[in-house]
């Protein structure tokens, strides 16, 4: 996940490529302009000009690990000979490597159990301080409450909630995280694993545990007899199946400029910025309420129905709904229009949020993230302005939005900035003959 430095929209349509950066939102989710590594730098390859914009890298930039991955590879792109879906076969079960790989002899592999607090307070402990890089003034802070959201969906296998311990401290120096998910790619539904929370101590990096963590989540992903993959990153280390921009809407602009995580425009006050990104107090749409647990099958049938239209989607069936979708306080949120018994839109969001480092007055950036929004009745713009409602209503300073599915259609209307961010989608072992475009994905993570 996630996006950093706001840039104005409409200046970028202005002044083209010299887009003004409006704030320093100095967090971990400045992949591109933090560091410009040489890997992170992306062009777009003049063969994959029918593929929409496919990111590759530089030619003179190798990936020693991923080369030897079953996924997307950058000589492949525009080659539509290949066929699409699994680049390999399912291997019988009794091929698959049965032992642990070799970790360098001061370390062990351990399972995470996240529904012992002893050891999710661990996960959380160690992810607090390890994920973040350091430098920052904004660091993303997973609550337990939402690693175990994350972490244990329905059929969850806890063998894929993978530690590294430290032999003699039996401290937590690495993780790595899979759930099953079952996506739809076109007309095929495949059973996934969808990877997360991969972090190595900030003491151990750059010494090749992570390829090690990688194909260990996957050896145990093949044990369940599971071929395939889904993950995001803020970098290019493969070919992607599509790249997605984040966008951000100030909630709380007077905050988040206090704090530094935006700064004022050029020729605007504070009452003007404050006055320019005011909500109104209640939502607007009648009908609108929170998600309740008799919503479940009628929010499945909704979604079910609205994510058809995209060519890659999650999918949900009624029990993941109850699990991702059902309001869990400090994680998830989730609102419905109910019209005369008839359940006719949804709009949700997540919350992950920023841990300010330094701040006398602040300890927090409030961060909220689109997620599945569907609009039948309400205007999709509309329902979105209750969601910016709501989510200032529950204290939210900022909400993100990736331009999937048809999000594009309301961000400017309603005063979504552009952020430096961008998140990039990787299948393992499948292969799609064209790359998507942002607005064919029906998928959030
Ligand atoms: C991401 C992280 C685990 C990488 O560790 P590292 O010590 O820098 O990397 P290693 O030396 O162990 O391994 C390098 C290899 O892993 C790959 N790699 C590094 N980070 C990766 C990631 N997030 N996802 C997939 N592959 C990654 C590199 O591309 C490289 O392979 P290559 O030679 O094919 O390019 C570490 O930087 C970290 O814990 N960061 C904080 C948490 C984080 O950002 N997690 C990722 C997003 S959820």
Redesign the pocket.
Same mark, same amino acid.
């Given at each position: 996940?996630k996006p950093s430095d706001v840039v104005n929209a409409s200046d970028r349509a202005e002044h083209g490529k010299s887009s003004q950066i409006q704030s320093q939102n100095m967090s971990?989710f400045q992949p591109i302009s933090k560091e410009k590594k040489a &890997?992170q730098i992306v062009e777009v390859n003049p063969v994959a000009k029918d593929d929409t914009s496919v990111p590759r890298l530089p030619n003179s930039v +190798? #990936?020693?690990?991923?080369? +030897?991955?079953l996924v997307g590879k950058f000589k492949d792109i525009g080659d539509k000979s290949l066929p699409e879906g699994p680049v390999e076969p399912a291997t019988p079960l009794s091929e698959v490597k049965q032992e642990p790989y070799n970790l360098p002899s001061p370390y062990e592999w351990t399972t995470c159990d996240l529904n012992s607090d002893d050891m999710c307070s661990e996960v959380y402990n160690f992810l607090k301080v #390890?994920? =973040? &890089?350091d430098g920052y003034l904004f660091e993303e802070t997973y609550s337990r409450e939402f690693l175990r959201w994350a972490l244990c969906p329905p059929g969850y296998h806890q063998s894929w909630h993978i530690g590294v311990r430290a032999k003699t401290s039996k401290k937590l120096v690495?993780f790595i995280s899979g759930v099953p998910e079952r996506i739809r790619v076109h007309d095929e539904v495949v059973k996934m694993a969808k990877i997360?929370?991969?972090?190595?101590?900030?003491k151990? /990096?750059?010494? /090749?545990?992570? =390829?090690?963590?990688?194909k260990e989540v996957t050896r145990l992903v093949h044990l369940q007899n599971i071929w395939q993959a889904a993950?995001s990153?803020? &970098?290019i /280390?493969a070919t992607p199946v599509t790249t997605c921009q984040y966008w951000v809407r100030m909630l709380n602009p007077k905050k988040l400029i206090d704090v530094g995580f935006s700064c004022l425009r050029d020729r605007m006050t504070m009452n003007r910025t404050v006055k320019l990104y005011k909500l109104p107090d209640a939502t607007i749409t009648p009908g609108f309420r929170e998600m309740e647990q008799r919503d479940v099958p009628a929010v499945t049938r909704l979604l079910r129905n609205y994510l058809s239209q995209f060519g890659v989607a999650t999918d949900f069936d009624e029990n993941d709904v109850e699990h991702w979708l059902l309001p869990r306080e400090n994680v998830v949120y989730s609102y419905v229009v109910e019209t005369h018994d008839v359940i006719t839109d949804l709009c949700s969001f997540y919350t992950v949020p920023l841990t300010v480092v330094c701040n006398p007055k602040y300890t927090t950036v409030e961060c909220a993230y689109s997620y599945y929004n569907v609009a039948t009745k309400t205007s999709l713009t509309q329902l979105m302005n209750d969601v910016l409602i709501v989510s200032k209503q529950k204290g939210f300073d900022v909400l993100y939005a990736l331009d999937v599915m048809h999000n594009e259609s309301f961000l400017k209307e309603l005063k979504f900035d552009l952020a430096d961010a961008q998140m990039h989608y990787y299948l393992y072992n499948y292969r799609l003959r064209t790359a998507l475009k942002p607005s064919e994905l029906g998928i959030v993570f």
């Open positions: 996940m971990q &890997d +190798t #990936h020693k690990f991923w080369e +030897t991955q #390890h994920h =973040p &890089d690495a997360n929370f991969l972090c190595v101590h900030k151990l /990096r750059s010494k /090749r545990l992570a =390829p090690v963590m990688i993950y990153l803020p &970098d /280390r």
